[in-house]
């Protein structure tokens, strides 16, 4: 019989976090941890034996720090890697130059002694594992590196009812949403770099975790033309602007006159996630009708499928990033097998594309 399981190698200097990650990664079986290393010299050595198809690496380590290990095996022998962080700001802040240094996913160390806490992270650390397992990883060259300072799927009604179906365009301004997991980082930041000012309201969920959507948020306003933040409750959706839900927060958009607020909304996990894309997708379906865009970007599993084709059905434009841009071919490929998008294309047309896009 062929072993198809996972291989991870988890990389972190804390024998307690070594040992219950192990544990909450080897409950599932499809994942098994091959190696455990205490910092990255040791961790070179199990790469080369173990050949893992994932890692799971801390940033503050030892001898070496997990940046510098990142930049060195993205350079030479690109594999997946999720880095688990701690929820401190400065531990958030190294997990974002983390990405742009080709990490997958980024996580939140789980909490130990809490079970509520720890059965979620089960949830979360086992899928990003899977789904850095189909992730496309590229070398990266000449990058500088700034000093280094289980629960049910549950179903999306459970937080929001269910759109009311309606193809008369409101009276109000143009939206577009957004929804993206793994590789949706990078991805985002291609989208959002080619907007103008011009560009309708944007709500944005991608999936991460509470803290580190802030200092993403943060990120993508120095770089980019609009103004972009993590969403507050009561926010006001306006032109040129574009909102990210926080983590560990559901978002919906209400109508409020002729335009658009969000709200912030606790709940369970809707598809395995919070804040969860089908929340968002459905609420703008539900208020804004034929006025909206909706996109679904990289990302693995089904969150923001059922979403986009509610959207299309109450009469929004749909689109759907094409497999071979995107880092998982999941949520889109789901999207489009439902019969969600109206287009399928390029990450780096979809800018240009929206922008085009009239009220009807």
Known sequence: MIDTKIKVLIVDDSAVV?????????????????????????????????RPDVITLDIDMPRMDGLTFLKILMSQNPIPVIVISSRTAEGSIDAIKALELGAVDIMCKPQVHQDEFLEEAKILICDAIKAAARAKVSRIRNTEI??????????????????????????????????????????????????????????????MPEKFTYLFAKRLNEICRLNIKEAEHGDEVRS???????????????????????????????????????????????????????????????????????????????????????????????????GGADVVMPLTNIAPYVSQVKQQ
């Open 146 to 207: 700034p000093p280094v300072t289980v629960t049910p799927k549950f179903k999306t009604d459970a937080v929001l009812p269910k759109a009311n179906i309606s193809h008369r365009p409101f009276e109000t301004s143009r939206i577009i949403a957004v929804g993206a997991s793994t590789g949706g980082t990078e991805a985002l930041r291609v989208f959002l770099e080619a907007l103008s000012t011009e560009v309708p309201g944007i709500v944005i969920v991608q999936h």
């Open 240 to 338: 040129g602007c574009a909102l990210i839900a926080p983590g560990n927060k559901h978002m919906a958009v209400k109508r409020r006159g002729t335009g658009y607020y969000v709200e912030l909304l606790d709940g369970p996990l809707v598809n395995r996630h919070k804040p969860s894309v089908d929340v968002l997708f459905r609420s703008v379906a539900n208020c804004a009708g034929a006025n909206a865009t909706g996109i679904i970007m990289t990302g693995m599993g089904d969150d923001g499928a059922r979403g986009l084709l509610e959207m299309k059905e109450s009469g929004a434009h749909t689109i759907a990033q094409d497999e071979k841009s995107c880092v998982v071919f999941g949520m889109p490929k789901e999207a489009i097998k439902l």
């Open 18 to 50: 070594r040992q219950t990650l192990s544990a909450i990664i080897n409950s599932d079986p499809q994942l098994e941890v091959v190696a455990v290393a205490s910092d990255p010299y040791f961790a070179k050595d199990k790469i080369i034996n173990k």
